[in-house]
């Protein structure tokens, strides 16, 4: 059978969690309003809103299974998710433990309810979960009587849960090669880290030691994503670059301009750069690669399955889309990148600065936290000049100062947040906010992140995006 995967926020399954399992031991119910994003492995659901059911008014005994929820109840709800174009799925639990399924009296109900449910809801899916504390057991029915099971829920938040219907069977890792990192997070951990799929756009200096550290964890899937070739201002802080992959004996200057622009045409690009380096540490991993901007259908497509995003590009149009994604598609991601300010008269050094800026879909946005300038935004999305220039700090027009150092403070926090997200490490007040470093004045700084209700991304208002899936537009698709 087809499998189905569900994202959900830590906030609501917090929400959800408390109310299924009070300490009654008893039985309790609810609906889930979800977004739906068709991946080419399946059906993911984006958990949108929570609806509890009330006991005795809306959760009452039931006349074939034990408990119900009742005709009315069922109805608005899946009225509601019909005219927003939302998945629902209703909700009740078992008892304790770290595995559950449906009994046969939830299926019977399956096979007696569901049909009605799909012409109600008029092309959308339906289903039903089913928690135990520690796992889940999903059954969702899509239009034309296909069924899925679900493989798997994300809980995505401070640290990242995953929820099964029960225990995986860890596979043994390469003990020898990644002893030293088992020692920290297990087997365990290794294994997440090797199924793993993330997602870096832009591969300058920043990108490219991302590259290189994601794969020596042992990532197993990346998204690589820049629309740019090495040129040989770029070597000192690319990671294993060379003259050659610049075809820096063709661009030197003085060679005649033709034969600049062929060595420019030749040069390597840096998807292909950083693939090499990733294959070099570890050669199983599945490196897919996208010479283009972030803002194109085809990206977006490949960002849907992924489990993290490192946003390393410049751009305010990508910054948006970014922000975009990590709450329409419950994705968390990181936007970083350095800066050095350069007095423009003495050429002095004034400011280095360096930031990991966490977004997840529990935390503050971009928009609510002013990281997205609405003037560049519009200059970027009017000029075609000024979106080639601002794109990616490496772009053939940039000349801000950069030095692989300085880029080696924003790759490595946000390599560790990845991490201990990832593996379950991190404390759950840690993984908030922005890490700005100074290494000029040997200073850090925290910054929590603010949240507005109104937000168009991350709030649960009416017209936000948040847990919307695809049946929603995203702004910037070229």
Same mark, same amino acid.
């Given at each position: 059978?087809?499998?189905?995967?569900?994202?959900?926020?830590?906030?609501?399954?917090?929400?959800?969690?408390? #109310?299924?399992?009070?300490?009654?031991?008893?039985?309790?119910?609810?609906?889930?309003?979800?977004?739906?994003?068709?991946?080419?492995?399946?059906?993911?659901?984006?958990?949108? &809103?929570?609806?509890?059911? %009330?006991?005795?008014?809306?959760? %009452?005994?039931?006349?074939?299974?034990?408990?119900?929820?009742?005709?009315? /109840?069922?109805?608005?709800?899946?009225?509601? +998710?019909?005219?927003? &174009?939302?998945?629902?799925?209703?909700? #009740?639990?078992?008892?304790?433990?770290?595995?559950?399924?449906?009994?046969?009296?939830?299926?019977?109900?399956?096979?007696?309810?569901?049909?009605?449910?799909?012409?109600? %809801?008029?092309?959308?899916?339906?289903?039903?979960?089913?928690?135990?504390?520690?796992?889940?057991?999903?059954?969702?029915?899509?239009?034309?009587?296909?069924?899925?099971?679900?493989?798997?829920?994300?809980?995505?938040?401070?640290?990242?849960?995953?929820?099964?219907?029960?225990?995986?069977?860890?596979?043994?890792?390469?003990?020898?090669?990644?002893?030293?990192?088992?020692?920290? /997070?297990?087997?365990?951990?290794?294994?997440?880290?090797?199924?793993?799929?993330?997602?870096?756009?832009?591969?300058?200096?920043?990108?490219?030691?991302?590259?290189?550290?994601?794969?020596?964890?042992?990532?197993?899937?990346?998204?690589?994503?820049?629309?740019?070739?090495?040129?040989?201002?770029? $070597?000192?802080?690319?990671?294993?670059?060379?003259?050659? @992959?610049? &075809?820096?004996?063709?661009?030197?200057?003085?060679?005649?301009?033709?034969?600049?622009?062929?060595?420019?045409?030749?040069?390597?690009?840096?998807?292909?750069?950083?693939?090499?380096?990733?294959?070099?540490?570890?050669? =199983?991993? #599945?490196?897919?690669?996208?010479?283009?901007?972030?803002?194109?259908?085809?990206?977006?497509?490949?960002?849907?399955? +992924?489990?993290?995003?490192?946003?390393?590009?410049?751009?305010?149009?990508?910054?948006?889309?970014?922000?975009?994604?990590?709450?329409?598609?419950?994705?968390?991601? $990181?936007?970083?990148?350095?800066?050095?300010?350069?007095?423009?008269?003495?050429?002095?050094?004034?400011?280095?600065?360096?930031?990991?800026?966490?977004?997840?879909?529990?935390?503050?946005?971009?928009? +609510?936290?002013?990281?997205?300038?609405?003037?560049?935004?519009?200059?970027?999305?009017?000029?075609?000049?000024?979106?080639?220039?601002?794109?990616?700090?490496?772009?053939?027009?940039?000349?801000?100062?950069? %030095?692989?150092?300085?880029?080696?403070? =924003?790759?490595?926090?946000?390599?560790?947040? /990845?991490?201990?997200?990832?593996?379950?490490?991190?404390?759950?007040?840690?993984?908030?906010?922005?890490?700005?470093?100074?290494?000029?004045?040997?200073?850090?700084? /925290? $910054?929590?992140?603010?949240? @507005?209700? @109104?937000?168009?991304?991350?709030?649960?208002?009416?017209? =936000?995006?948040?847990?919307?899936?695809?049946?929603?537009?995203?702004?910037?698709?070229?």
């Amino acid at each position: 059978m087809t499998q189905c995967e569900i994202r959900v926020s830590s906030e609501m399954y917090a929400k959800l969690h408390a #109310h299924l399992f009070p300490g009654d031991g008893d039985e309790h119910g609810a609906v889930m309003h979800a977004g739906l994003i068709h991946t080419p492995g399946g059906p993911v659901l984006t958990v949108r &809103k929570v609806v509890l059911a %009330v006991e005795g008014r809306d959760w %009452v005994p039931g006349t074939r299974g034990y408990r119900k929820l009742i005709a009315p /109840f069922i109805s608005k709800q899946a009225r509601r +998710c019909r005219d927003e &174009k939302l998945v629902y799925i209703a909700v #009740h639990n078992h008892g304790p433990g770290n595995r559950v399924a449906f009994s046969d009296v939830d299926l019977e109900s399956h096979e007696r309810g569901f049909p009605a449910l799909l012409d109600l %809801v008029e092309g959308m899916p339906v289903g039903s979960l089913v928690f135990a504390e520690e796992a889940v057991a999903g059954d969702i029915w899509l239009p034309g009587g296909k069924r899925l099971d679900v493989s798997r829920m994300i809980v995505v938040g401070p640290r990242r849960t995953e929820l099964l219907p029960a225990p995986r069977v860890i596979d043994a890792v390469r003990r020898e090669r990644y002893d030293r990192q088992v020692r920290i /997070f297990g087997e365990r951990g290794q294994e997440i880290l090797s199924q793993s799929r993330v997602a870096i756009i832009g591969l300058g200096g920043v990108g490219s030691l991302l590259a290189e550290l994601l794969g020596r964890l042992g990532v197993g899937s990346f998204v690589l994503v820049d629309p740019d070739r090495v040129q040989i201002s770029n $070597v000192p802080r690319l990671v294993d670059a060379t003259g050659w @992959d610049a &075809k820096s004996w063709l661009t030197a200057e003085g060679r005649p301009e033709w034969l600049r622009r062929l060595g420019s045409r030749l040069a390597t690009r840096k998807v292909d750069l950083s693939r090499r380096v990733i294959k070099r540490a570890n050669r =199983s991993a #599945h490196v897919e690669r996208h010479f283009t901007s972030m803002e194109t259908q085809a990206v977006v497509d490949a960002l849907k399955t +992924c489990d993290y995003i490192f946003l390393a590009a410049d751009g305010h149009r990508a910054r948006l889309l970014f922000n975009s994604l990590v709450h329409q598609y419950l994705v968390p991601g $990181v936007q970083l990148g350095s800066r050095i300010q350069v007095e423009e008269i003495t050429g002095d050094v004034v400011n280095v600065h360096t930031a990991a800026r966490l977004v997840t879909p529990a935390g503050g946005c971009l928009l +609510c936290n002013q990281a997205i300038d609405p003037r560049k935004l519009r200059e970027e999305s009017t000029s075609a000049e000024m979106r080639e220039r601002e794109r990616y700090v490496d772009s053939a027009d940039a000349s801000a100062p950069s %030095v692989i150092t300085l880029n080696s403070l =924003s790759a490595s926090q946000a390599a560790n947040d /990845f991490l201990f997200y990832m593996t379950g490490l991190t404390a759950a007040e840690a993984f908030q906010g922005t890490v700005q470093a100074r290494p000029l004045e040997r200073r850090l700084r /925290f $910054v929590t992140p603010r949240r @507005d209700d @109104d937000c168009i991304d991350c709030s649960s208002g009416r017209e =936000s995006r948040f847990g919307r899936g695809q049946n929603w537009p995203l702004p910037i698709i070229d």
